[in-house]
């Protein structure tokens, strides 16, 4: 936070002063005697720590003075930079295309509602001990109308993040689903072309190996076809899908694989 000096020609009373420090600390209203202290807070900026810190003061006969002089001006030009920074957000949020882009209003809807919230309580403090003071009344109605819009900014833009957060995720499992059908229906059909290939081999090695071993070797395959055949018109049948679960399902029922 900056460290803003009290105004030179602010004759504050020392009950006051003995209430302030070196820093300006949080948004207040410090009383002492028959005067007022009002302490502000500029708009904070996204992830700056820093800001610069207004004070008011009222004196015993009960005129305000700023540091431009006397009055309360600059309360109302601080109260519009607050509803210009709200403003500049909300119309922000309906161009929204990316969760980056709701994250940068987010940093600054969270400080913004809370430094708003923070000086609507001072004022109204002030208010509470001068309850007829109407320019004051009217600022404190203004800060608050201030603070219920950057309320809402904050909850609007945090509700849009959790909502591309949801729907990035609705996305990311649709994907996943998709490769993995894509994976079984490439098992699939290694699964049907395998004793295809096998066929092959065999046709291609029958005039190399003797007539027993031949034999032996035809046996095995139309077995194993037989078998695959078995497993394909069971599967079906049950009204599973056609999947290599259901397959191995299968097999681990006949016996052919062993369980994990």
């Known amino acids: 936070m900056v460290l803003t000096a009290i105004p030179s020609h602010f004759e504050i009373e020392p009950e006051i002063r003995e209430q302030l420090s070196a820093h300006p600390g949080h948004q207040r209203c410090v009383e002492g005697g028959e005067e007022v202290l009002l302490v502000l807070h500029d708009v904070p900026e996204p992830l700056v720590p820093t800001r610069q810190t207004w004070y008011f003061w009222r004196r015993y006969d009960g005129r305000w003075t700023q540091s431009a002089g006397p009055g309360l001006t600059e309360l109302g030009e601080l109260l519009g930079r607050y509803e210009a920074a709200v403003e500049a957000h909300v119309g922000g949020i ?22 708003i919230r923070g000086l609507t309580a001072a004022i109204d403090q002030a208010l509470k001990i001068e309850p007829e003071d109407r320019v004051i009344r009217a600022y404190r109605d203004r800060a608050r109308h201030v603070e219920h819009a950057a309320a809402l900014l904050d909850a609007d833009a945090r509700l849009t993040m959790e909502f591309l957060r949801t729907e990035q995720g609705e996305r990311l499992a649709g994907a996943t689903e998709r490769a993995v059908r894509g994976v079984n229906r490439l098992t699939l059909l290694a699964a049907l072309f395998l004793p295809v290939i096998t066929l092959a081999v065999l046709i291609g090695v029958a005039s190399l190996v003797a007539l027993p071993l031949q034999i032996s070797l035809w046996v095995a395959f139309v077995a194993a076809a037989l078998g695959a055949l078995l497993l394909f018109t069971r599967t079906l049948r049950s009204g599973q899908r056609l999947t290599p679960r259901a397959l191995l399902a299968g097999f681990r029922e006949r016996g052919k694989l062993p369980e994990k």
């Open 94 to 115: 309906g161009e929204i295309r990316s969760a980056r882009d709701v994250l940068e209003i987010v940093r600054h809807s969270g400080p913004l509602a809370e430094s």
